[in-house]
């Protein structure tokens, strides 16, 4: 079945440390996102990527880095700048259709 | 920049009841999606809206888009505890990006 794949479901990170969450999808699709959530809240756009070897900002780009090296993969990076990063990061990418699919999440937690 | 603004936000109502989770948005938008989410996971799709005046239903939800008043509604119907979640509306202001509402977050109870 296609979908989107996530991984790790969770994730620890020590302070001052870089970290790589894994974003892979075989639905053959073009645009992909990341967006993080925070308890209790809404979705917030970090980066997202509408064709390969190509991203924008979304609204808290700073601290995270990303790559899109190819159409299947989109990691993001939660660098050492990104001061508070403990949240629930969801992937998603966007079909022809105007449908979105999300991957089911990786929990970062700094310890 | 687009607001996506939801209420309310925390919703307590009891099985059997009907009711009604407003989103409002700040943009000139066609495209509105509603998700469901349970605790700790991530986002189930409900409804994608993709005109004015458009109303899916699904079971005991049904969603509508009014893109004048840049105003979706999702109604519960006779509800049960199974709906209990959050409920997130999204809007894709034709930029090809998800901007998320606040959430609803619904408790339904005997």
């Known amino acids: 079945d296609g979908g989107i794949t996530q991984s790790p479901k969770y994730l620890f990170r020590k302070e001052g440390q870089n970290v790589t969450l894994s974003c892979e999808q075989n639905?053959?699709?073009?645009?992909m996102y990341w967006y993080r959530q925070d308890p209790g809240q809404g979705l917030r756009l970090i980066y997202y990527?509408?064709?390969?070897?190509?991203?924008q900002k979304g609204d808290i780009a700073e601290g995270y880095s990303v790559s899109r090296e190819k159409k299947e993969s989109f990691p993001l990076t939660v660098t050492s700048a990104q001061k508070n990063p403990t949240a629930f990061y969801l992937c998603a990418s966007r079909g022809d259709h105007y449908g979105y699919t999300f991957g089911s999440g990786t929990r970062l937690t700094v310890v | 920049e687009l607001k996506v603004e939801q209420n309310p936000l925390f919703l307590s109502m009891q099985e059997g009841k009907n009711y009604t989770i407003y989103c409002n948005y700040s943009t000139t938008s066609d495209r509105l999606y509603w998700y469901r989410q349970d605790p700790g996971k991530s986002l189930e799709s409900l409804f994608v809206l993709l005109s004015n005046g458009a109303v899916k239903q699904e079971g005991r939800l049904m969603a509508s888009l009014d893109t004048k008043a840049r105003l979706s509604t999702l109604h519960i119907t006779a509800a049960v505890h199974d709906l209990s979640a959050t409920y997130f509306c999204a809007v894709d202001p034709n930029t090809d990006k998800l901007i998320f509402g606040t959430g609803t977050r619904l408790q339904v109870f005997p």
């Open positions: 639905l053959n699709h073009d645009a």
């Open positions: 990527s509408q064709i390969v070897n190509d991203f």
